[in-house]
């Protein structure tokens, strides 16, 4: 049955959709009694009109997240309490995976398999392993001489702000919500605006897995005066971001104008897959076309950059082309669509003015480059490739953050490494080739996060996760994510 169309929205007709904030343990409106409305992508129908928080909600937020923190309510449990917590919690969400799921394709258009296939999945693993490894993480005893001990211990930073984008919204948010909390802190949640439904239903599952309120606060509301406010705010102690460049840029200054709040960022990027000559083209092929055209190109670590060896450039791209026939966009509610709209007008926009930029910066306009379904009321464009790009033009350097890939040529090992590093990002990026000289010294030499050898998008919770460059400075995932949400505290004894 979940494998119709028709199911979905059945489904869909009868969700119950909660739309208001969730400050100290309930559902509450605006002081202000403000809404914003969220809209659906695929059709542009309103979904519902969301509680649009302000600075003064922030600050009874803040209030109850100081208070609960300090009376160490959270913070002072064992650390196996707080896991058995968080493992009920993916409990939870797990039971709910349709429902969840469901939330997720409304408010953003993603197609409905990937929501219940990998961004659910995704983050009810990420709860789960980042809750179930709180209690084995051991702290340290330093090498003193005997008349002395030193511990050095893990204490959470207090008062935690998250704000998070639009394109993975649940899976961001699992991203810095498992450890942030498993670690004691209280944080508040800022979603993005046009995103901000599954955030808030797993809030009240937090609260049923036996999370106390005020641990976990989501507050939607405008990034300009609600994110900023937060992250200017004394009482708040630390601040993790995943979003754009320049927002990131703006949240550093932030931090230094207030009280240095810890400021760990996930920015954008500009990630280059590079394919020798000597790799399995048709799996490369294959892969570079999902690299781009998954969730519609939003996706931060797109292989935007495709840099091809020229000998084999002409073959690879008409195997790219035959690969991308298959990501046709779709009805996100539908089992079978692989790609959904854009999740607004605006970006919408943004994809389309780059394809203009593209074609007047002279490069070669091989595939789509056009909107579809328009009659839906929704915001689709078609997967679209550029060739004969140079790594200067705007569409190699600038994120477009949509269905665009740029395909340039090398003819030397030196030159890939050359075009890659050309980039203000340091993402992700992937390399493909059989010599396993070549591929081990490529990934080495390209200044990325995360890079794939023969994959794209390889990975999973146990390996951290974040950007060089101005792709960012924190690591999500994996045992060094809690490096974000803590503080380290030395303890000397002396004996007498
Ligand atoms: P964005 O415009 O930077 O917004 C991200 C969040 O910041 C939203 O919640 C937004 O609120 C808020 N915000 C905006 N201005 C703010 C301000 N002055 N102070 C505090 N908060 C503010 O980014 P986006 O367009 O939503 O997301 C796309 C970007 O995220 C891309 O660059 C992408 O590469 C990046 N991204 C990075 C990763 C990663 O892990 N590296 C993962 C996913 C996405 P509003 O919604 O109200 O504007």
Not at 44 to 50: C, E, P
Not at 291 to 306: E, I, S
Request: proline letters at 5%; one cysteine or more.
């Amino acid at each position: 049955m979940s494998n119709t169309l028709q199911y979905w929205q059945e489904k869909a007709a009868s969700l119950s959709i909660e739309a208001r904030a969730f400050i100290d343990g309930q559902y509450v409106e605006s002081e202000s009694g403000a809404t914003r409305p969220t809209f659906n992508p695929a059709n542009g129908d309103k979904l519902a009109d969301v509680v649009s928080c302000t600075p003064a909600d922030a600050d009874r937020a803040i209030a109850s997240a100081k208070a609960v923190f300090e009376a160490g309510t959270w913070a002072d449990l064992a650390p196996a309490e707080r896991k058995a917590v968080m493992v009920r919690w993916a409990q939870l969400i797990e039971e709910n995976l349709e429902e969840i799921a469901l939330l997720e394709t409304l408010d953003v258009g993603k197609p409905i398999a990937d929501t219940t296939g990998v961004d659910v999945p995704s983050a009810v693993r990420t709860i789960r392993w980042t809750g179930e490894a709180i209690d084995k993480i051991y702290e340290e005893i330093s090498p003193t001489g005997h008349d002395s001990l030193a511990l050095v211990q893990r204490l959470p930073l207090g008062v935690v702000a998250a704000i998070v984008p639009w394109n993975f919204p649940l899976s961001t948010t699992a991203w810095k919500l498992a450890p942030s909390i498993a670690a004691g802190n209280s944080v508040i949640l800022k979603p993005a605006s046009n995103t901000p439904l599954t955030a808030l239903r797993i809030a009240a599952l937090a609260k049923e897995a036996g999370l106390p309120d005020g641990v976990l606060q989501v507050l939607p509301g405008p990034g300009g005066s609600l994110g900023s406010h937060l992250a200017t705010h004394m009482d708040i102690d630390g601040l993790t971001f995943t979003g754009s460049t320049p927002v990131g840029k703006q949240l550093m200054e932030y931090s230094g104008q207030s009280n240095l709040k810890r400021t760990f960022l996930e920015l954008g990027g500009k990630s280059p897959n590079i394919v020798f000559a000597d790799a399995d083209l048709d799996k490369a092929a294959t892969m570079a076309a999902m690299a781009v055209f998954y969730n519609g190109g939003q996706t931060c670590t797109a292989g935007t950059r495709l840099i091809v060896e020229k000998s084999v450039a002409d073959e690879f791209v008409a195997k790219v082309i035959e690969a991308t026939k298959g990501w046709v966009p779709g009805n996100p509610l539908d089992p079978e669509s692989s790609m959904g709209p854009m999740v607004d007008e605006g970006q919408f926009n943004t994809v389309a003015d780059y394809v203009a930029i593209g074609k007047g910066e002279g490069a070669t306009l091989a595939y789509g480059g056009e909107q579809v379904m328009s009659e839906t009321g929704g915001y689709y464009h078609t997967p679209t490739i550029f060739t004969g790009v140079t790594n200067d033009m705007r569409i190699a350097q600038e994120e477009i953050f949509g269905p665009v890939m740029s395909v340039i040529t090398f003819e030397t090992e030196e030159e890939a490494v050359q075009i890659a590093n050309d980039s203000i990002f340091g993402l992700a990026g992937a390399v493909w080739s059989n010599n396993i000289n070549v591929a081990h010294r490529v990934a080495r030499k390209v200044r990325v996060g995360t890079m794939g050898i023969n994959n794209y998008f390889g990975g999973d919770i146990t390996v951290p996760f974040g950007g060089f460059k101005q792709s960012g400075n924190g690591r999500d995932k994996s045992m060094h994510a809690f490096d974000d949400y803590t503080e380290l505290k030395t303890t000397w004894i002396e004996f007498s």
